[in-house]
């Protein structure tokens, strides 16, 4: 039997494992809510210091950045599958990142969640516990996150067409080419949404944000042609570097998503009622995903990777750790 055309293999494979990594990162925003309820009840019925823990700021703020991170994650997977629903033939990149971002979401969530509930979360009768050993799981497969963040970053290899026979072979020996086509299909991709000097559609108060974003895909293809020029056919090896540069392009994607969804909301509003919560919502997310795409490009070029490098080499020679008190 034949599934499909002759030739369209890898592409039919690749669209069953998009929709698997998209089903992980997706169904991780849908567990998240639920976790996010299980601690509200908690912290609002257990108290502590004589008053319920939600009135306690530690408390509170781990329930604020959970629901922060959780629009930003839904903001990207509604925005990856409205390109499919457009007709988008390939979402691998996307896909990815949303796998990506979703499973480790999810991870850091349920153990935010186990420091609100305290010893009861180990108890069996709770869903937490099962929760966390159940999850675990979800970074290593549908493509291990590792694997998947250099994929991200190597995704641009593609392009170079007939000088390309796959990863292996990526000629860098003309850098300014190679990191043309790298960066150009980072860029590029984001590019369906960011168009210098901003996003024009964003409503009027994520203005500053949406040229925040803009001036952040110029300091991605920058660099990233700096770190090719420096690395020429190395850049493959540069693994440290390759994940700033995918977590760079996540944060940026993910205000891109997180900006055109609450500038639809802003523009159909017949409500205020919630509407200021959610603004703030959108914009507490775009604040710390620029600052931390910001970030991630900045240890492009000042980072400790050397040290690092030395360090574990040290360590694997030598079989253990044996640093005495």
Not at 118 to 129: L, S
Not at 149 to 159: D, L, S, T, Y
Not at 161 to 179: H, I, K, M, Q, S
Not at 256 to 268: C, E, G, H, K, N
Request: proline content about 2%.
């Amino acid at each position: 039997n034949l599934l499909g055309e002759v030739g369209d293999g890898f592409n039919i494979g690749m669209e069953i494992l998009n929709n698997g990594r998209m089903s992980l990162g997706t169904g991780a925003a849908g567990s998240v809510r639920l976790l996010i309820d299980q601690a509200l009840e908690h912290a609002g019925s257990r108290r502590q210091f004589g008053r319920p823990l939600a009135e306690l700021q530690l408390v509170a703020h781990k329930l604020g950045q959970m629901s922060t991170q959780l629009y930003g994650l839904e903001s990207m997977g509604y925005l990856t599958t409205g390109m499919v629903d457009r007709g988008a033939t390939d979402v691998s990149l996307e896909s990815a990142m949303v796998k990506i971002a979703g499973t480790e979401f999810l991870w850091y969530a349920v153990n935010r969640v186990f420091q609100i509930v305290g010893g009861e979360a180990y108890m069996t009768g709770a869903p937490c516990e099962k929760v966390l050993r159940d999850i675990r799981i979800f970074p290593i497969f549908e493509g291990a996150n590792d694997v998947m963040r250099m994929f991200v970053a190597m995704k641009g290899c593609q392009e170079l067409g007939d000088e390309l026979e796959g990863l292996a072979n990526f000629d860098l020996t003309d850098p300014l080419r190679g990191v043309g086509a790298l960066v150009g299909y980072l860029g590029g991709r984001l590019g369906r949404a960011v168009n210098p000097p901003g996003l024009p559609d964003a409503a009027a108060p994520f203005a500053d944000a949406s040229d925040r974003v803009a001036r952040q895909v110029r300091s991605l293809r920058e660099t990233t042609e700096s770190l090719v020029r420096a690395h020429g056919t190395g850049v493959t090896e540069r693994q440290a570097d390759l994940k700033r540069l995918t977590q760079a392009t996540m944060d940026i994607c993910g205000q891109v998503a997180t900006i055109s969804r609450i500038s639809d909301v802003l523009d159909d509003a017949t409500t205020s009622s919630v509407l200021g919560e959610e603004e703030a919502i959108a914009s507490s997310f775009c604040e710390r995903a620029a600052s931390r795409a910001e970030r991630s490009l900045a240890q492009v070029d000042d980072n400790d990777d050397e040290a690092i490098d030395l360090i574990a080499t040290n360590l694997i020679d030598r079989g253990a750790y044996r640093h005495t008190v």
